[in-house]
């Protein structure tokens, strides 16, 4: 089931985008303004609405960590704001002047692309706010754009119907036709698809258009020659233009916004339809699933945002992956409710999330916290759950020494997640360098050396090189 818990009705014009931080929730509309909400409560924060836009805002989004965020406008303008209180850190303006309809951050957040009208494509250093490169596509207005989860490209959308595929160089690598009438929307799923070929990773890239159409795409990744764009299939359930599109966090759900007034939610690995929604009166302009909690959010042009929360029964008729792919003590609480679900545990979700289990307290627990803390009253679930822990546990033991030397980090000496390359040349988990840095070691943690440079630059290769090893080790 999906209940609407919620609608925010404080615009007082068309509903053009919302996005969601761990925290907040933001939603921007043609009255020029950008709201921002607490997700614990729905409750505007104080300094809402951010006003600067002198015409209608298309579009926002929330940096990976959430700290800024950045708005775009038909004025010509792209708007960074800082989360913690609203203020304005910068304004970069279309080298055109051209009416702005998209921005993203890309995965790492160095970078922030924003596409116009004119059919122009900007890419920004998201630190230092100046301009880095300029394109453009040879028709049309650019009206959708996404990054590929490793960073290394990414993809816009014109309304002449083309997807585009540029490098972090803004690099053209490849155009072709993909709605007659028309793109709308683009989204990647953040999850590999399972089982690919070895030497390759398999990202899901959905688009929408005027066509009425969702069409998914399978981009496949291999460091040395590129990345190849494959059409996989089409999904239909909307009879009028499909305004927007967007992924689950964890991949399992894509969910569309349509000029017929609905919403629909796909399963992503039978493509069947999970739910379709009626509640906007008008067209439904933008959607956008929370990261962290299963809750969903439409905007329309009937000047509100709807708030919709699943159900674990929900979360559960997805098809579930074997396991996620990464260490159980990286999990999230969703990885666990997956893991609960594919263990046949699911009456045990809504326990799990209500005391914040993510893998880490998943490995901890014994059989004195199942009765005492989660209240778990029958014996015998408590032994079935102990037993696939203790699974896991084991799991975990021999993953740890399996894996190559190259993929620890020397500071933590565990498996990185988020690698980077330090001026000494080695490779670091990013948060681990951080926080050697930050408490004033200018020196190399490898050669005692006084480091050249502290910037750190992300080092994808690796991340791919170990994602792919994770995939590959859990298919076994």
């Known amino acids: ?17 919302c996005a969601f931080s761990s925290s907040l929730l933001a939603t921007c509309a043609l009255d020029k303004t950008i709201r921002l909400y607490f997700l614990s409560d729905f409750t505007e924060v104080p300094y809402s609405p951010l006003k600067f836009h002198t015409y209608a805002v298309h579009c926002c989004c929330f940096s990976p960590s959430g700290h800024i965020l950045a708005s775009c406008s038909t004025d010509g303008t792209t708007v960074l704001w800082d989360t913690q209180n609203g203020q304005i ?24 692309v924003s596409g116009a009208s004119d059919g122009t494509v900007v890419l920004w250093n998201a630190q230092s706010y100046k301009l880095h490169r300029c394109a453009s596509v040879k028709d049309g207005s650019l009206v959708a754009c996404a990054f590929s989860p490793p960073g290394n490209l990414f993809v816009t959308g014109s309304s002449c119907g083309d997807l585009t595929v540029w490098d972090d160089k803004m690099r053209c690598l490849h155009s072709e036709k993909a709605h007659d009438l028309g793109i709308t929307c683009c989204d990647f799923s953040s999850q590999p698809v399972p089982g690919g070929e070895r030497g390759l990773q398999f990202f899901q890239l959905a688009s929408c258009g005027q066509d009425c159409q969702i069409k998914i795409w399978v981009i496949s990744f291999i460091h040395i020659l590129g990345f190849e764009l494959k059409y ?21 759900m894509l969910v569309s916004g349509s000029v017929d007034k609905s919403v629909i939610v796909y399963d992503t690995n039978t493509e069947n339809i999970l739910h379709t929604l009626t509640q906007h009166t008008r067209y439904v302009t933008t959607c956008a699933f929370a990261p962290n909690i299963l809750l969903l959010a439409t905007g329309s042009m009937d000047k509100t945002v709807n708030i919709w929360q699943f159900d674990t029964e929900t ?22 409710s997956n893991w609960l679900c594919a263990e046949g545990l699911e009456d045990l979700v809504d326990i799990f999330k209500m005391n914040n289990i993510d893998g880490r307290e998943l490995l901890n627990l014994t059989k004195e916290s199942l009765a005492d803390d989660l209240k778990i009253e029958s014996l015998g679930l408590r032994s079935k759950v102990l037993r696939k822990i203790e699974e896991l546990r084991t799991k975990v033991k021999t993953l740890s020494s399996e894996i190559p030397d190259e993929f620890i980090c ?4 565990e498996l990185m997640k988020d690698p980077i390359i330090a001026s000494d040349g080695y490779s670091y988990e990013k948060e681990a360098m951080e926080n050697w840095i930050s408490k004033k070691k200018r020196t190399s943690p490898m050669t005692n050396l006084v480091l050249s440079s502290v910037i750190l630059t992300p080092n994808r290769t690796l991340k791919m090189a170990i994602d792919r090893w994770l995939s590959e080790t859990h298919q076994k």
């Open 232 to 252: 996989k299939s089409t999904l239909t359930g909307h009879c009028a233009p499909v305004l927007a599109c967007a992924f689950s966090h964890d991949g399992q």
């Open 89 to 112: 850190l910068a304004v970069m303006e279309q080298p055109s002047g051209s009416p702005v309809r998209v921005c993203r951050f890309s995965p790492d957040s160095t970078c922030l």
């Open 1 to 17: 089931m999906v209940e609407l818990i919620h609608t925010l009705a404080d615009h007082n014009d068309d509903v053009n985008c």
């Open 315 to 336: 979360l559960c008729q997805a098809k579930i992956p074997d396991q996620p792919k990464q260490f159980t003590e990286n999990w999230s609480e969703d990885d666990v």
């Open 410 to 413: 020397p500071i933590t000496r």
